[in-house]
């Protein structure tokens, strides 16, 4: 079955450490997003890319970064920039780029800091 | 950046009743989605609504898009146990592709 994986489902990281998050689709989706979800917030766009070897920030890039080395891969570091990472990550993907149309999620990522 | 108001932001309701909810915006939207999060998942997407006045219906949901654009409304007929969870609205609009988000209504179905 086709799909977004996320992995892992829990993480716990120590002050100051780099994790990277795992995202994987094999929906041949061209575009992949991330998102950041806080208790009773909206999602907010880290990052997105609409081809494999090109991203863009979105609107709370700062601690993050991301790679798109291959077309079913969107990784996400979470930096010792990033003054509160303690958060669910939540990662997208879809076949017509980023207007809307449908998006497919992944089960989703909660970090916390210890 | 930018988000949708949505309301209302909790709904404590009793298993059979009707429940609605809404999102609203000052500015004209051209692309209206809902979605539904249950505990600990991504969200799914429930209906899509492309045109001003469209009304759309996916078994017990129904959602429409407000003629003036700048809104939409979800309505769920007698609900049921397994409807609890946070039903998000988004939208595009004409001058930015990205999907803008809601900040959610939480569903709870009182025991």
């Known amino acids: 079955d086709g799909g977004i994986t996320q992995s892992p489902k829990y993480l716990f990281r120590k002050e100051g450490q780099n994790v990277t998050l795992s995202c994987e689709q094999n929906l041949n989706h061209d575009a992949m997003y991330w998102y950041r979800q806080d208790p009773g917030q909206g999602l907010r766009l880290i990052y997105y890319s609409q081809i494999v070897n090109d991203f863009q920030k979105g609107d709370i890039a700062e601690g993050y970064s991301v790679s798109r080395e291959k077309k079913e891969s969107f990784p996400l570091t979470v930096t010792s920039a990033q003054k509160n990472p303690t958060a669910f990550y939540l990662c997208?993907?879809?076949?017509?780029?980023?207007w809307g149309y449908g998006y497919t999620f992944g089960s989703g990522t909660r970090l916390t800091v210890v | 950046g930018q988000q949708l108001n949505q309301s209302p932001q909790s709904m404590f309701i009793q298993e059979g009743e009707d429940v609605s909810m809404n999102c609203t915006s000052s500015s004209i939207f051209n692309t209206w989605l809902w979605y539904k999060q249950d505990p600990g998942e991504g969200p799914v997407l429930l209906i899509a609504l492309y045109k001003a006045g469209e009304l759309t219906s996916n078994g017990r949901l129904t959602a429409q898009f407000g003629i003036t654009r700048k809104d939409s409304f979800l309505n769920i007929s007698a609900s049921i146990p397994s409807d609890v969870g946070i039903y998000f609205c988004a939208g595009t609009m004409d001058s930015n592709y990205q999907l803008i988000w809601g900040a959610g209504t939480k569903l709870i179905i009182k025991p």
């Open positions: 997208a993907s879809s076949l017509d780029g980023p």
